[in-house]
């Protein structure tokens, strides 16, 4: 059985969907603040298999909490409830570590088909690792000339480093980088683009389904944590590459 904990102020709300989590056969728990959630969460790490996070809570918000989890290590899936459906702050989530979001008010049905989607995503990930493990790229240049049919199961090699969008982390030698969700999608997209001008538009458009009007500079915060991960310089990139005026560029084998 999958435990959920949820974390909400709003009594009626936390209640309801308890009762509503409960009766699909989850088993609930309720934090009624940030603080709580996250002494729950470090004290138990294993115990939630997933967590619906609320943003507007007294004392540290629903971002912090997400934020703090992911930097101690804890990668337990995370759907936000925003009652800022804004672009800015659906970013602003996901840079926090969320997995997930929906806007409130949000319809029961939604909430629990995307918590089925965290959940077997997480089952998923977990049954990979302890089988023989998963399926190993032949060729990555032939990765990317598939396109779109690059899936969650590949695995891309460059630079002696390795994305397992499947496991969600970047190996390079004995360093293991965990990953978002949110973080994988962007690099997936970035690397399927190889060598191709991606604009900061278009990736608001297909990585994170933002249509509005927004302040695309958000998206130049997870660039920074990107290059973190894959450059040996960060500040002086090789292979994520800012096109000026446009938005960026993936490149596996930058020319010598
Ligand atoms: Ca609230």
Do not use: C
């Amino acid at each position: 059985m999958s435990t959920v904990l949820i974390v909400e102020d709003e009594q009626h709300l936390a209640d309801g969907l308890r009762f509503n989590l409960e009766a699909e056969g989850y088993q609930a728990e309720v934090a009624g603040d940030g603080e709580t959630a996250l002494e729950l969460l470090t004290a138990h790490p294993g115990r939630y298999h997933a967590v619906v996070l609320d943003v507007m809570l007294p004392g540290i918000d629903g971002f912090a909490v997400a934020s703090e989890l992911r930097k101690s290590g804890q990668f337990v899936p995370v759907l936000i409830l925003t009652a800022m459906g804004r672009a800015e702050d659906v970013l602003r989530g996901f840079e926090a570590g969320a997995d997930d979001y929906l806007p409130k008010p949000f319809e029961l049905a939604i909430l629990l088909a995307r918590l089925r989607g965290l959940l077997r995503r997480r089952r998923w990930l977990l049954d990979g690792q302890t089988s023989n493990g998963l399926p190993v790229t032949e060729d990555p240049a032939d990765r990317i000339t598939r396109g779109d049919r690059l899936t969650l199961e590949d695995q891309f090699h460059f630079d002696g480093k390795t994305i397992d969008f499947a496991a969600l982390q970047i190996r390079a030698g004995e360093r293991i980088i965990p990953l978002t969700l949110m973080e994988a999608n962007l690099l997936r997209h970035l690397v399927q683009h190889s060598g191709r001008n991606v604009s900061r538009k278009s990736l608001l458009e297909e990585v994170w389904g933002l249509h509005e009007d927004t302040d695309t500079r958000a998206i130049d915060n997870f660039i920074v944590r990107l290059r973190r991960y894959i450059e040996a310089e960060p500040s002086q990139p090789k292979h994520l590459l800012t096109v000026r005026g446009i938005g960026y560029r993936f490149v596996a084998e930058p020319e010598k």
